[in-house]
């Protein structure tokens, strides 16, 4: 399989807890990115890397969440002190460089954290 | 700023059915992209089809047709006769600026009935 992979799928963790979700894109795709889904809603975009360098960051993004991606290669987002307010879909996609031909995100089928 | 609408929230038929979901975007750029998802129970988002702001040909892919009319500022997707597979939330997005920042619409949830 050489699509978008997430782990894990499924996470339920007790509030103020810290989280670390996993996104290994597709290995030519330099661009990755991390959006959150809440239910009936959706996905809302969280933050962007260019290969290593993260470019950009919503304000959705709390200091509470940090996002990296060593060597440009995959990516976790680790939320500290989880709120109940931070239950989701965390959705990873990937794209390749610009230009009309490759601009299209592929998704993984995300990480659903539950906050108890 | 940018934006996308999708009105119709839940949209329910029975097979054989057409139906149209509708998609309007907003946006102060005169470059930008428009995509379908579809996002099946399983929760994966499934690229549909990205037109870009110059060219507001039509596009048919089998039972699926986009209708992209820049006057408007709509970009409709319609499926000709409706299976149960089809049954998903399908969302509406624009890529507008940098970054290739996806920004999407609500999503319209589609049930088709046998």
């Known amino acids: 399989d050489t699509g978008v992979s997430q782990d894990p799928r499924h996470k339920i963790t007790k509030r103020g807890q810290n989280v670390t979700f996993r996104c290994d894109p597709i290995?030519?795709?330099?661009?990755l990115y991390w959006y959150r889904q809440t239910l009936g809603q959706g996905p809302e975009f969280l933050t962007y890397f260019q290969n290593e360098a993260q470019l950009e960051k919503s304000r959705l993004l709390s200091n509470r969440f940090s996002a990296e991606r060593p060597k440009g290669s995959f990516s976790t987002l680790e939320i500290q002190r989880t709120e109940q307010g931070d239950s989701a879909m965390y959705l990873c996609?990937?794209?390749?460089?610009?230009?009309?031909?490759?601009?299209?995100?592929?998704f993984g089928q995300g990480t659903r954290l539950t906050v108890v | 700023a940018q934006k996308v609408t999708q009105a119709q929230t839940e949209i329910s038929v029975v097979e054989k059915e057409d139906v149209t979901l509708d998609c309007v975007y907003e946006?102060?750029?005169?470059?930008?992209?428009l995509f379908w998802y579809k996002q099946p129970p399983s929760g994966e988002l499934v690229f549909l089809i990205r037109r870009n702001s110059f060219d507001e040909q039509n596009e048919i892919s089998g039972r699926y047709s986009w209708n992209f009319q820049k006057s408007t500022s709509s970009f409709n997707f319609t499926i000709t006769a409706s299976q149960v597979v089809d049954s998903a939330v399908y969302f509406c997005a624009l890529i507008s600026g940098g970054y290739n920042k996806l920004i999407f619409g609500a999503g319209t949830r589609l049930a088709v009935h046998p």
């Open positions: 996609a990937s794209s390749g460089e610009g230009g009309s031909k490759n601009t299209e995100a592929f």
């Open positions: 290995s030519e795709h330099n661009r």
């Open positions: 946006t102060r750029d005169t470059t930008y992209y």
